[in-house]
């Protein structure tokens, strides 16, 4: 069922900050861990390099079984500087998508690489048809259409349909065509869970997927997370969601000299109690180091 394993990761700001000098932990096949830690703390990062959107200073990053992304703000790369607007290159990487794009876009973005590159391509044969209509464009519109068949893109639309029913309450041939923009903000994430969740990929990476969602809706995605035999890590600032749905929580710790990463192998309800502990721990530590040393 996947997992991802990060191992002495470094990561450094553009501005020459540390932001990760040495970050280990293991996300076991099957497991719920949840990331938390303060604003600014450095989970989306963290997240974007197991996705691959960033490349770490150091260490590595290893993950099996197919990764599907839920990005902080959906539709975007969550890249420093970048807006839902995207540039042409990042909407070909499937991360960023138009100030116009549709369900349909949306959906094509967090689907697995094969499903997304035979989507583009019919995309772009449609589109040729429009602006030429000879032999030669219908013959390569009907083998994008034959491509996309071989590569069980209808039988995806299927899948899309129950999400789009799920999320808007609508039928993927209506619904496909929706201005992204025309949706609220809860609507979109949903949309993105129902994708993820009934997809392929075995492990899911999810940033802050309860935002904008209304309380059916966390609860929905407490017993998914709950349910669902896929890996997922996930980063919530919610406690309730947390205490509902977390089997792990690794804990993200600014320091001075970059965020530490610590894993509490229980639920929410005892993580505290646990922080504490390991904390007063240092700090008797640090007062025997002290006591220890001639000054
Ligand atoms: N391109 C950049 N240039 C300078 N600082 C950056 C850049 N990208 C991220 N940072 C900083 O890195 C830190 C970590 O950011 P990150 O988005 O990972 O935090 P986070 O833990 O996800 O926070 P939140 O809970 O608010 O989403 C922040 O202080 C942020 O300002
Ligand atoms: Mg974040």
Request: a negative charge; glycine letters at 12%.
């Amino acid at each position: 069922m996947g997992h991802v394993e990060i191992s002495h990761l470094e990561y450094y700001l553009p501005d020459g900050r540390v932001l990760f000098d040495d970050a280990s932990f293991r996300v076991g096949e099957g497991a719920s861990v949840a990331l938390v830690g303060a604003n600014g703390a450095g989970k989306t990062t963290l997240l974007r390099m197991v996705a691959g959107d960033l490349q770490p200073h150091g260490g590595t990053v290893t993950v099996s079984g197919g990764l599907g992304v839920m990005r902080q703000f959906v539709g975007t790369t969550g890249r420093a500087g970048s807006t839902a607007g995207g540039s042409e290159q990042e909407a070909e990487d499937g991360h960023e998508l138009a100030h116009d794009a549709s369900v349909r876009d949306l959906l094509v973005s967090v689907a697995p690489p094969r499903i997304r590159t035979g989507a583009r391509a019919v995309d772009a044969a449609e589109l040729a048809m429009v602006a030429q209509d000879d032999e030669k464009t219908q013959l390569a519109y009907a083998q994008a259409l034959s491509d996309w068949a071989d590569v069980g893109g209808y039988e995806y639309e299927t899948i899309w349909d129950v999400c789009t029913t799920a999320a808007l309450g609508m039928p993927y041939d209506r619904a496909q065509w929706r201005g992204l923009n025309t949706l609220s903000g809860g609507e979109q994430k949903r949309l993105v869970l129902e994708a993820l969740l009934r997809g392929p990929d075995e492990v899911l990476l999810l940033d802050e997927p309860d935002n904008y969602l209304d309380v059916p809706g966390k609860r929905w995605l407490e017993e998914q997370i709950r349910s669902t035999a896929k890996t997922v890590l996930y980063i919530s600032h919610d406690r309730e969601l947390l205490a509902n749905s977390a089997e792990k929580i690794a804990s993200v710790e600014p320091g001075a000299t970059g965020s530490e990463v610590w894993v509490h192998g229980g639920g929410f309800a005892s993580f505290h109690a646990a922080r504490e502990e390991r904390f007063a721990r240092y700090d008797e530590l640090r007062r025997r180091w002290t006591r220890s040393t001639p000054s």
